[in-house]
C-alpha cells in the first residue's frame, strides 16, 4: 500500500524520478509493518491483551466458579486469595482480580460474552488448557468437585471448543496430579506406595501397560504444554510463570517416579 502511496507523491513533488524513488521508499515502510519493527511492535501489544484476557477471564470464572452450587464457601474465598498471593500480584492487581471474581458471582454475569472474548483473543491451545486446570483445581478447593460445578466448567468446555473427552482427561490428570503432589511432599506420607504411584502415572495421563517409549512421549508433551517460556509467547500473565514452573516440577516429579518404578 506505501509502495503506491509514496510513488505518487513523488510523482507530484519530482516527476517520474520522484515516482521511483517514493516507490522503493514505500516498499522498505512496507516491509518493517510486516516482518519489522512494526511487526515486533504489534505482536508486543496482542501478547499483552491476550495477557490482559487471560487474567480477566480467570478471575470471571473463579467468581462464577464458586457460585455454581449455590453458595460460594470460605475454602473458595480462601483458594482465589491463595492464587493471588501466590501469583505475588501487586495490591493494585490483587483489588483487579477480587473485583472480577465478584463480577463473576453476579447475577447478570454474562459467560457467553466472556468465553467469545477469549476465544477471539486467546484462541485455541495451551493457555485454553491451563485456564481449565486453574478452574478444576478451584473446583476441589472445598474438597469435592459438585454435579453443578462440573456442569459449569463442561459448559466452558463447550463454549471452547473442548471436546467431553479431553475434559475428562484433563480433570483426571489434575485430580490426581493434586492427589501425587500432596503425598509426595507430605512428610508423614498418607498415601501408600502403590498409590503414589498409581497417581503418579494418571498425572501423566498413562498407564502401566504402556511401554517406556509411549510414557517418554506423554512426559515431553506435558513439559511442551506448560513450559513457562512457550507460555509466556502466547499470552499466560507474566504473574502466573510461577505457577507453570511449580506445574513443571510436579510433572517432572512424577515421570523420576514412574521411571524408577520401571526400572
Not at 478452574?135 to 471452547?160: I, M, P, R, T
Not at 511432599?185 to 502415572?201: I, P
Request: hydrophobic letters at 40%.
Amino acid at each position: 500500500m506505501w509502495k503506491i502511496v509514496c510513488a505518487i507523491l513523488g510523482y507530484i513533488l519530482a516527476g517520474f524520478i520522484g515516482a521511483l524513488l517514493g516507490f522503493c521508499v514505500g516498499g522498505v515502510i512496507d516491509k518493517a509493518q510486516t516482518g519489522g519493527a512494526f511487526s515486533r511492535i504489534r505482536s508486543r501489544a496482542d501478547v499483552r491483551l491476550q495477557q490482559e484476557t487471560f487474567f480477566r477471564t480467570l478471575f470471571l470464572l473463579m467468581g462464577r466458579l464458586a457460585k455454581s452450587d449455590g453458595q460460594v464457601t470460605e475454602a473458595e474465598i480462601q483458594l482465589a486469595q491463595s492464587v493471588m498471593q501466590r501469583l505475588r500480584l501487586s495490591p493494585a492487581a490483587q483489588d483487579q482480580a477480587k473485583r472480577l471474581f465478584n463480577e463473576g458471582k453476579s447475577e447478570n454475569f454474562d459467560l457467553a460474552s466472556v468465553l467469545n472474548t477469549f476465544k477471539q483473543v486467546v484462541g485455541p491451545g495451551d493457555l485454553t488448557r491451563t485456564l481449565l486446570e486453574v478452574l478444576l483445581v478451584s473446583a476441589y478447593a472445598d474438597g469435592h468437585f459438585s454435579l453443578e460445578e462440573k456442569a459449569f466448567v463442561s459448559q466452558v468446555c463447550s463454549y471452547l471448543g473442548v471436546s467431553v473427552a479431553e475434559f475428562e482427561a484433563l480433570h483426571i490428570q489434575v485430580k490426581q496430579q493434586a492427589h501425587f503432589s500432596q503425598g509426595f511432599q507430605s512428610s508423614s506420607n498418607s498415601m501408600g506406595s502403590k498409590d503414589l504411584l498409581k497417581a503418579a502415572y494418571e498425572a501423566l495421563g498413562v498407564t502401566p501397560e504402556m511401554t517406556d517409549a509411549e510414557i517418554k512421549k506423554a512426559y515431553r508433551r506435558l513439559m511442551s504444554q506448560h513450559h513457562p517460556d512457550k507460555l509466556s509467547s502466547k499470552g499466560l500473565p507474566d504473574e502466573m510463570i510461577e505457577l507453570a514452573k511449580e506445574r513443571t516440577q510436579e510433572i517432572q516429579a512424577a515421570y523420576e517416579m514412574v521411571k524408577k518404578a520401571r526400572k
